[in-house]
C-alpha cells in the first residue's frame, strides 16, 4: 500500500494569504455522567489551504468524525464545541446564526459520509434527490436543475445518466450509490469538502475508481478537501498533505513526501507498519500494549501508555507539537531521526 512510485501526480496546494479552512484552538467535548467531560478534540490547530486535499488518519476513536461534523458545526450529540474558533474563507463560523449555516452546508461545505444508501432517500428517484440540492441551493430552476443533475452524474461517471435519473436508490450497486452521493456533495461545487470514511464499505477497485474520481472533480472545481480515512495507505497515493490524529491531538502534520518518507512519530510508525507487507517492520512495530500499570495523567504524552520508545520524561511532560522541519512537525520529545 506504501507505494509512493504510482501515486498521482499532484499540484503542490498554491500558498495563498487565505486558507480555505482555519481551525484554531478547537476543543470538544462530550459530557458524561462523572461531569468530566470526555474531550473528542483537543485543542487543535489545522490550516486547510486552497486547492489541497488534506489527509486526516488515525484509528478509531481517535477523533475524526467528531472533527468532521464540527466543521459543519454540527458535532454529533449530545457533543459541544467548547473553545475555538473555525474560520472559513475568512469568516468565522462560530457566531454566525443557524440559519445561515444550513444554507452553507451543501452549498459551500459539504459532506461525504459512508453508508450511501442511508443518506438516499428511498422514495425518491436519484435524479429528484441530486436536482432538489441544486435547487434549493443555487436557487435555479426545476429545469436547469435536472440539467445540472444530468451533468454532475456524467461527471461521476455513472453509466447511462439519462436512464439513471429515472432510477430509485435500491436499484444500484454500493459503488454506484456511493457516486450519487458524491454527487449530491458536489453538484453546488462547494470550496470545501470532508470525506469521512467514504470508500471503506467498497471494494478495493471500487475504491481506487472513486478516490480518482473524486480527485479530479476537486481539482477541477479548485475544491478543497478534508479526507478522512483509518487507512494510511490510502493517504499515500491522494492526499498532498497528511496528519495523523490520536485521542483527539495532531501527532504528526506534513507534506506527503516527508510523511512518507520520514514519519518521525513512532504512532505514524506503528501505523504503517500496521499496513506494510514487511513482516519484520510489522512484528518490530506491532502494535503495542499498553505498559502494565501505566496511568496517563494529564501531564503525560497522550500515546505514553502504547509507545514502545517511551522514556521518563514522556510521563511527566505533555509534548507540544513541533517544527522539526518546514512544514513537518511533530508532537514528541523523542522523534525517530532517519
Ligand atoms: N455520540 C457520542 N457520545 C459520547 N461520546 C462520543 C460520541 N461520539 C464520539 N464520542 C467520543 O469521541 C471520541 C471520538 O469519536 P469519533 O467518532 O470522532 O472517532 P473516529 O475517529 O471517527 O472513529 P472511527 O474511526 O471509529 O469512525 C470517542 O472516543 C468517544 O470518546
Ligand atoms: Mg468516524
Known sequence: MLNLGDRVETQAAPKTTQPTFDIIGLTVEFPTITGTPTIAIRNLDLRIE?????????????????????????????????????????????????????????????????????????????????????RVHLKVPKREAQRLALDILRAVQIPDPERRMQAFPHEMSGGMAQRIVIAIALICSPKFIVSDDATSGLDVTVQAQILRLLRQLAQDRASSMLFI?????????????????????????????????????????????????????????????????????????????????????????????????????VRCHFPVAR
Not at 474560520?87 to 461545505?109: C, H, K, S, T, Y
Not at 490510502?234 to 498533505?241: E, L, P
Not at 513512532?266 to 499496513?275: E, G, H, S
Not at 506491532?286 to 522514556?311: D, K, N, S, V, W
Open 229 to 329: 480515512t483509518r487507512d494510511i495507505g490510502i493517504t499515500a497515493h491522494f492526499c498532498d498533505r497528511v496528519a495523523v490524529i490520536y485521542n483527539g491531538e495532531i501527532m504528526e502534520i506534513a507534506a506527503r513526501e516527508d510523511f512518507f518518507f520520514r514519519p518521525s512519530h513512532p504512532y505514524t510508525i506503528m501505523l504503517m507498519a500496521a499496513f506494510s507487507y514487511n513482516q519484520r517492520l510489522r512484528q518490530l512495530w506491532a502494535r503495542p500494549e499498553p505498559h502494565a500499570g501505566a496511568t496517563i495523567g494529564a501531564t503525560a504524552c497522550p500515546y505514553f501508555a502504547r509507545c514502545p520508545l517511551a522514556q521518563p520524561r514522556c510521563r511527566t511532560d505533555r509534548p507540544a507539537l513541533r517544527e522539526l522541519a518546514p512544514g513537518h512537525s
Open 50 to 134: 486552497r486547492g489541497e486535499i488534506f489527509g486526516l488518519v488515525g484509528e478509531s476513536g481517535a477523533g475524526k468524525t467528531t472533527l468532521a461534523r464540527t466543521l459543519l458545526r454540527l458535532p454529533p450529540e449530545p457533543g459541544r464545541i467548547a473553545a475555538g474558533a473555525l474560520v472559513f474563507e475568512g469568516n468565522n463560523l462560530m457566531p454566525l446564526p443557524e440559519a445561515e449555516l444550513q444554507r452553507m452546508r451543501g452549498r459551500d461545505i459539504s459532506m461525504i459520509v459512508p453508508n450511501p444508501r442511508s443518506e438516499l432517500n428511498p422514495l425518491l428517484t436519484v435524479g429528484e434527490q441530486i436536482a432538489n440540492v441544486a
